[in-house]
Nanobody, 118 residues
Framework: VQLQACGGGLVQAGGSLTLSCAAS????????MAWFRQSPGKEREFVSR????????YYADFVKGRFIISRDNAKNTMYLRMNSLKPEDTGVYYC????????????WGQGTQVTVSS
């Protein structure tokens, strides 16, 4: 499966952005999906994940209550709605896919830059 993330940009602290991850090449509903990010000087870290049918979601503690993950299997797209953004949310956001039922993050998109100014 090929993944392409988009929707990043520059936003002020407290603002919102919605990232999208478009999948192609395989049946999207066969894949569990996730978002990761890599901030400057840090390793890539898990942000959120969603099951193949959207029934199960999970969030890292630092985004709980602020970010919402979703997917539209008819559009082969996953989303990440990011609210109440903080400067520490700055980084490159990557989407990842794993063929169900696993969660091994085997496929990766190219990333989209999110910059939150204070």
């Amino acid at each position: 499966v090929q993944l392409q993330a988009c929707g990043g940009g520059l936003v002020q602290a407290g603002g919102s952005l919605t990232l999208s991850c478009a999948a192609s090449g395989r049946t999207f509903s066969d894949y569990n999906m996730a978002w990761f990010r890599q901030s400057p000087g840090k390793e890539r870290e898990f942000v959120s994940r969603i099951s193949w049918n959207g029934d199960t979601t999970y969030y890292a503690d630092f985004v709980k209550g602020r970010f919402i993950i979703s997917r539209d299997n008819a559009k082969n797209t996953m989303y990440l709605r990011m609210n109440s953004l903080k400067p520490e949310d700055t980084g490159v956001y990557y989407c990842s896919a794993t063929r169900k039922p696993r969660w091994t993050y085997d496929y990766w998109g190219q990333g989209t830059q999110v910059t939150v100014s204070s």
